[in-house]
């Protein structure tokens, strides 16, 4: 069992920016990999990035590419989300996800592949 915890939403003007972070306990170990994913009400839920806490390979939706970074702590169990350059469109519940690497690589960026989930905290970006 994994437990998340985020924290750092909140509502800014775009081109703002803002962090999130994610405290993850229990069964936490080199191999997770760790997602940030959001959603609006009524679409789906959408990958955002995600990365290998043992070997720091990230990945990002190309809607996020160059403005947010995600970073991983391993000795503080946190996960990151610095999001720069904020859109309205970014506008959403955020939530962090834990997974299983295989091969030093996370599975795909697809709500599926990740099995255990924060409650979510609200990002706002108001033009």
């Known amino acids: 069992q994994v437990h998340l915890v985020e924290s750092g939403g909140g509502s800014v003007q775009a081109g703002g920016s803002l962090r999130l972070s994610c405290v993850a306990s229990g069964y936490v170990y080199s191999g997770n990999c760790y997602a940030w994913f959001r959603q609006v009400p009524g679409k789906e839920r959408e990958g955002v990035a995600d990365?290998?806490?043992?070997?720091?390979?990230?990945l990002y939706a190309d809607s996020v590419k160059g403005r947010f970074t995600i970073s991983v702590d391993k000795a503080k169990n946190t996960v990151d989300l610095q999001m720069n350059s904020l859109k309205p469109e970014d506008t959403a519940m955020y939530y962090c996800?834990?997974?299983?690497?295989?091969?030093?690589?996370?599975?795909?960026?697809?709500?599926?592949?990740?099995?255990?989930w924060g409650q979510g905290t609200q990002v706002t970006v108001s033009a």
């Open positions: 996800a834990t997974g299983t690497g295989v091969g030093g690589r996370c599975p795909p960026l697809e709500p599926a592949e990740f099995g255990y």
């Open positions: 990365i290998h806490s043992g070997t720091n390979s990230a």
